[in-house]
């Protein structure tokens, strides 16, 4: 089985667009691969004003890929330390996204495509 989330703009689902900013979406929308099924949960972490980070909530919901427009260094870490594959550079809707991920087409992210605007910079 392999869980695929999608960072969402809304609750739209597949047909929602992918969101700009890894840990301040509204929403996850989450792909099942092997029951074909689709689960739209709301962004509970503390960059949503609620608890944990987001990688170590989708850690904990036993998701295996991320597909995302960009994030940062922090979060790559994060996810990847916690055997979440991620790819970066999607747009469009979910549902593309998960397209394009089934085909092959998305390649995994590392430290170094981390999203410059969202880094955390060290002003020494």
């Known amino acids: 089985m392999t869980k695929v989330c999608v960072p969402t703009a809304a609750h739209g689902g597949l047909d929602d667009l992918v969101g700009e900013h890894f840990g301040r979406v ?3 929308t989450i792909y099942d691969s092997e029951t074909d099924t689709v689960e739209i949960i709301d962004n509970t972490s503390e960059h949503a004003g ?3 980070l987001p990688g170590e909530i989708l850690s904990a919901l ?6 995302c ?7 790559i870490g994060i996810l990847t330390g916690n055997g979440i594959e991620v ?6 809707t979910a549902g593309e996204a998960i397209e394009a991920w089934k085909k092959g087409n998305l390649p995994k992210a590392s430290e170094g495509d981390a999203c410059e605007k969202h880094a955390f910079h ?3």
């Open 62 to 67: 036993g998701i295996d890929v991320l597909l």
């Open 26 to 28: 509204p929403t996850y």
């Open 122 to 124: 060290d002003h020494h």
């Open 87 to 92: 790819c970066v550079g999607v747009n469009g």
């Open 69 to 75: 427009s960009g994030l940062g260094r922090r979060a």
């Open 50 to 52: 609620g608890r944990g």
